[in-house]
């Protein structure tokens, strides 16, 4: 049994709306307008809630959420190979390794 409170939740300002949007990473299609942070914040949860059980009633797969999921902390990403040339040149010249340039890059980003 998935706990529905246990999914990536955000709440953000929408301009065009003129409310707040809340947000849950694992189900994109979703979102809960509302003029406070917390009533969106809880009306989607509490949708979130819902359509968890209309999935688990119909048979359907629920997402696992992301805060449970294990992680290596690898991943591979391919790039052109003059990319790949300049982050080898760039770590050269630092003296660090090409994961520690890439890692340290993403870290500012």
């Given at each position: 049994m998935v706990d529905h409170?246990?999914?990536?939740?955000?709440?953000?300002?929408?301009?065009?709306?003129e409310e707040?949007?809340?947000?849950?990473?694992?189900?994109?299609?979703?979102s809960y307008l509302a003029p406070k942070q917390t009533a969106a914040l809880k009306g989607m949860i509490d949708l979130v809630g819902e359509?968890?059980?209309?999935?688990?009633a119909?048979?359907?797969?629920?997402?696992?959420?992301?805060a449970e999921r294990r992680f290596s902390g690898k991943f591979q990403v391919r790039i052109p190979p003059a990319q790949h040339r300049a982050l080898a040149i760039q770590a050269a010249e630092?003296?660090?390794?090409?994961?520690?340039?890439?890692?340290?890059?993403?870290t500012v980003a």
């Open positions: 409170k246990h999914y990536t939740y955000r709440v953000t300002w929408s301009d065009d709306d707040y949007v809340a947000l849950c990473a694992e189900f994109p299609s979703l359509i968890i059980e209309d999935m688990q119909n048979g359907e797969q629920v997402p696992e959420p992301i630092q003296g660090v390794s090409i994961n520690r340039l890439v890692s340290a890059k993403l």
